[in-house]
């Protein structure tokens, strides 16, 4: 008979920050570096902990570049090659603390990321990425890397429960991604029925993890600067984004008029577009589970990035968090049934994806949205 949990698994939307007494004056009285020793590579970071996803399109040497300088960290795309990241390390040492070479875990990925490592020793960080972080073949990738590497910072998954995460950490890694189909690019959840609410797998997987000395990734599903505090509220010491930082000059991918306006291809990296891209096609016996989506071209990352970072400063005042280190121990969140006024919704783009829309139009003197601010899917 299978089992049903009863308990209410929640996500960014169902919940709101509940303002605290404070004694912060502004926002810019607001740490957001954090000082992080890891478990088991014992290597020590400094760094403003949001990172921009190992996509093709996201995790571009352009990205690490602009990112860096606001302490944020990218984890690269497992498509540059060895001279590609040595030309990078050359020309940006100051960036190299803050990236990560990401890996798969066929032989072809290991020997990749070996020669990565093994000619450009500013690597400090890797990123072991596979859809399905619950296979003992990826718990024996981690701990292969961990053997040959045993001083590089291993970040691993993704899972969405506490015991995979302690699985994992034991097995070598130190920081584990944490997101099961909650992606705006993923179809995981349509395809296969699996997933985790993101805001319950977060409170769980970090618990799990801090339990251990371990540090958590929260992997997918932030749609606007409000969720990324969020996630960092429910014991996230890192978030990574997507989606919100497609679009831009840093990401990959060409600029291309449609109807007059100017748009960027964003997909998952399972998707159709990115296997026919890098492996030529998709395999028969695998469906593909992203898709392909056109974004409206956003100009510079950098204006997307002080959005992202202004916001989170101002969610720790509200909650009286002088360092984002303790924005977890300060958050109480309020279950809620309606988080937004959408009256005028679409007037206001900045960072948030869901305002990936057709067209805008004055009306009565406001801003107001045609097109129902959906993206155009493709596939
Ligand atoms: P976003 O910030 O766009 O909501 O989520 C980004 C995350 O979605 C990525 O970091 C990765 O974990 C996940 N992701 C990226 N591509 C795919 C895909 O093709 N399929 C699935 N299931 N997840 C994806």
Known sequence: ??????????????????????????????????EITFRNSGATYRGVPVIASNMDTVGTFEMAKTLAQHGCFTCMHKFYSVEE?????KENPEAMQYVAAS????????????????????????C???????????????????????????????VVTGEMVEELIMSGADIIKVGIGPGSVCTTRKKTGVGYPQLSAVIECADAAHGLGGHIISDGGCTCPGDVAKAFGAGADFVMMGGMLAGHDQSGGEI???????????????????????????????????????????????????DVLGGLRSACTYVGAGKLKEMSKRTTFIRVTQQLNEVFSGGETSTAVHSVQTVQSVHNGYHQQQGGGVKRKLE
């Open 103 to 126: 890996s798969g875990t066929s032989d072809g990925d290991f020997e990749r990321l070996k020669s990565i490592l093994d000619n450009v020793p500013q690597v400090s960080f890797v």
């Open 85 to 89: 990241w040595m030309n990078f390390a």
């Open 1 to 34: 008979m299978p089992n049903i949990v009863y308990d209410v698994k929640l996500d960014f939307k169902d919940v709101l920050l509940r303002p605290k007494r404070s004694t912060l004056r502004s926002r810019a009285d607001v740490d957001l570096y954090r």
């Open 128 to 158: 072991l990425d596979v859809a399905n972080g619950y296979s003992e073949h990826f718990v024996t990738y981690v701990r292969k890397v961990r053997a040959e590497f045993p001083k590089i910072t291993i970040m691993a998954g993704n």
């Open 256 to 306: 291309m008029e449609k109807n007059g306006r100017k748009v960027k291809l964003f997909y998952g990296m399972s998707s159709a577009t990115a296997m026919q891209k890098h492996v030529g096609g998709v395999a028969e016996y695998r469906a593909s589970e992203g898709k392909t989506v056109e974004v409206p071209y956003r100009g510079d990352v950098n204006a997307t990035m002080l």
